[in-house]
């Protein structure tokens, strides 16, 4: 098994670094720089700045705070937010990031992910997926969009296995159901998209204590444990959780 990453996340919103429960209640987080400096030096192995507001404002991902965070970090980036046209994603990369994570787009024009895996590489393309529980939908996990305002009648985990199958080089799911909530990933939807892919999963949405991060990895089957508030607010260090896992016996890098 490859070594398990921490990724902080910065969701971005007015220039600002914010988080919110369940995608709403969004509240200050401090200033993008700043944090992603700190998060390269507390020891993160990757980091996401994630343009919440850019879909719904129907705006591109400013790539303005691509170029003021990429400066200031060593670690890979991803970006994602109003990425539409693999125009955006090369502006986005020429600015800094390394990978960027389509979710909105990817689902209205699946040929996207397939055309930019081609461009560029599966290994830059990331697919988001946000879903939120339906007994309705076959796997129980519907697909929603659009900052999670907008349920797609699609079913998640076979959304999930489209994607990989596109060309995407990984997989980010997020349950609404648990996002912000600090009461831990969403395992059940984790797991399901985990086995339906070989690639990297990045576990993301709800982590609020040690023991979330090593089930994400055990029992959600990620290899990428994305969290954002318990970083933010300082609840916990990255060293921190990486001795944590390590102590449990996952390969980790300190």
């Not at 090369?90 to 389509?102: N, P, R, W």
Request: proline letters at 3%; one cysteine or more; glycine letters at 10%.
């Amino acid at each position: 098994m490859n070594a398990i990453k921490i990724m902080p996340c910065l969701d971005m919103k007015n220039g600002r670094v914010v988080k919110g429960v369940h995608f709403v209640d969004i509240r200050d987080a401090g200033d993008p720089v700043e944090n992603a400096a700190f998060y390269q030096k507390e020891g993160a192995d990757d980091l996401a700045m994630l343009d919440i507001a850019a879909t719904l404002e129907n705006r591109k991902t400013r790539l303005e705070w691509v170029r003021q965070v990429s400066s200031v970090i060593e670690i890979p980036l991803t970006v994602g937010g109003g990425i539409n046209s693999l125009e955006d994603i090369e502006l986005v990369l020429q600015a800094g990031a390394d990978k960027v994570s389509m979710n909105s787009a990817a689902v209205k024009d699946p040929e996207l992910v397939r055309k930019a895996a081609q461009k560029f590489g599966s290994a830059k393309i990331t697919v988001a997926i946000d879903a939120r529980r339906n007994k309705e939908m076959p796997s129980g996990f519907e697909l929603v969009v659009a900052g999670g305002t907008k349920p797609v009648g699609k079913d998640a985990i076979i959304w999930a296995k489209q994607c990989q199958e596109l060309g995407a080089g990984a997989i980010l799911p997020t349950s609404m159901d648990e996002d912000g909530t600090l009461a831990g990933y969403d395992l059940e939807f984790t797991r399901a998209v985990a086995d339906v892919v070989k690639v990297p999963v990045v576990a993301s949405g709800g982590a609020g204590k040690l023991e979330h991060f090593y089930e994400g990895v055990v029992k959600g089957g990620a290899q990428i444990l994305l969290a954002a508030s318990v970083f933010h607010f300082r609840t916990m260090r990255i060293k921190e959780v990486k001795e944590y896992l390590r102590a449990k016996g996952l390969q980790v890098i300190l």
